[in-house]
């Protein structure tokens, strides 16, 4: 009891020496967590483009400009991805699931539609069955299509009239809201993966330029273990070529390199060399009360302290500092994530990702897309936040009283 009353004592005789301590301590912890946090929320929002169609990566392939622009065609970033490319994926370690589809253009002199083909799956026309707002959804074995919400109100049409898609009709089963989904992989008209397989490998223009087959697509959607996508983004990048064209949380990140929070990894750099430089201010601030007390010290040991007793005191001192300096930076960190709320960021969408005709200016749509995500602290960065500080001042400590003892009779001598 002595030795905890003597260490309250010191700290508040020492006020100026503890408050410097406890504010440099809760000023690291305070930047630490918010780094991070920033570092995870930026990240996150990364992530929303490729996410809004249910997948981790999206694989292309850069194709040639078709003979002539008439009928169905392939646009340029949507080129032939053969079958056998496609059963390569699958076979990827980290790879959780795949869609495959189909985009084209329709272009006739009267009229511009875009036709996206794809997989009846949980991303495919599952998903879009949960965004309908009129009619029915279809599925594999449909010989129905579903429209995109604005292009049949430009359109004037409605379920249960037909759209030609080639030269074919097709009945219009529903009406979705795609703009739910996001700006990405967004198509006029949908329609089951095999209908537009067969399309495709029927129009002349498609045919001029690739050997497309029966069971071939032109886009893939894939569902990867987040642990592994770097690895798997690798890998298909390997697959394809150099035409080939993976979008991912990534390929986003790089676009936007310029901007050093992106990076969950920056984030976390610079709250590492944050909590090196706050270590270092620790053992230096402990070092230097433990100098300026040795003849302190010494009268403690000649009056029957023993050095285990003015360890422990010393100990106390310096963790109570930290523990103090640790929940004033948690309690601000709380305060700045809560009155930040959330992170924007402002991604310029690319043209391969949902690409529209250029020459065609009703077909242009904005690609600029605004991502909100809420501002959070993670349990476990705050954890190791807290275990950090409290280990660094504890080793700090145990290293200086590891250090040479005083010994009482040379320091007391002059006295």
């Given amino acids: 009891m002595g030795v905890l009353r003597y260490a309250v004592n010191e700290l508040l005789f020492r006020s100026g020496r503890s408050l410097v301590t406890t504010v440099s301590i809760a000023l690291a912890v305070l930047a630490a967590i918010v780094l991070t946090s920033l570092a995870s929320s930026y990240a996150r929002a990364l992530r929303v483009p490729i996410e809004t169609v249910g997948a981790d990566v999206i694989v292309q392939q850069q194709g040639d400009i078709p003979p002539k622009l008439e009928g169905l065609v392939f646009p340029h970033p949507n080129a032939l991805v053969p079958a056998a490319i496609v059963a390569q994926i699958r076979t990827i ?12 253009w329709d272009l006739e002199p009267d009229r511009y539609e875009s036709v996206l083909g794809i997989d009846d799956s949980e991303v495919g026309l599952m998903a879009l069955g949960q965004r309908l707002i009129d009619g029915k959804p279809i599925t594999a074995a449909s010989r129905a299509v579903l429209l995109d919400s604005d292009f049949a109100t430009k359109n004037k049409m409605k379920v249960g009239d037909n759209i030609k898609v080639g030269v074919d009709k097709f009945p219009i089963a529903g009406i979705v809201d795609a703009a739910r989904s996001g700006k990405l992989v967004r198509a006029d008209v949908y329609m089951p993966l095999a209908a537009a397989q067969g399309l495709a490998t029927a129009a002349p223009q498609v045919r001029a330029l690739y050997p497309f087959g029966a069971d071939d697509a032109n886009l893939v959607l894939v569902k990867v273990n987040r642990e592994q996508l770097q690895g798997v983004v690798e890998k298909v990048t390997a697959l394809i070529g150099k035409k080939g064209v993976v979008s991912s949380e990534l390929s986003m990140r790089e676009a936007l390199s310029g901007v050093l929070f992106l990076s969950q990894s920056m984030g976390l750099i610079i709250a590492a060399i944050i909590g090196l430089f706050a270590a270092a201010f620790v053992w230096r601030a402990t070092a230097t009360s433990v100098a300026e007390r040795r003849r302190e010290m010494a009268i403690l040991q000649a009056i029957g302290w023993s050095w285990r007793h003015i360890g422990e005191q010393v100990l106390i001192e310096n963790l109570a500092l930290a523990v103090i300096g ?31 005709p250029h020459f065609i200016p009703a077909a242009t749509i904005n690609r600029t897309q605004t991502i909100t995500t809420p501002l959070s602290i993670s349990w476990l960065t705050a954890g190791i936040t807290v275990a950090g500080s409290l280990t660094i001042s504890l080793l700090a400590v145990l290293a200086v009283l590891a250090l040479p003892r005083p010994q009482p009779w040379s320091l007391l001598r002059a006295e």
């Fill in 93 to 104: 370690p980290g790879v959780i699931a795949l869609t495959r589809g189909v985009y084209m």
């Fill in 326 to 356: 640790t929940a004033a930076g948690l309690a601000l960190a709380f305060v700045v994530v809560l009155a930040l709320g959330h992170v924007s960021v402002t991604v310029d969408l690319p043209w391969d990702l949902s690409s529209t």
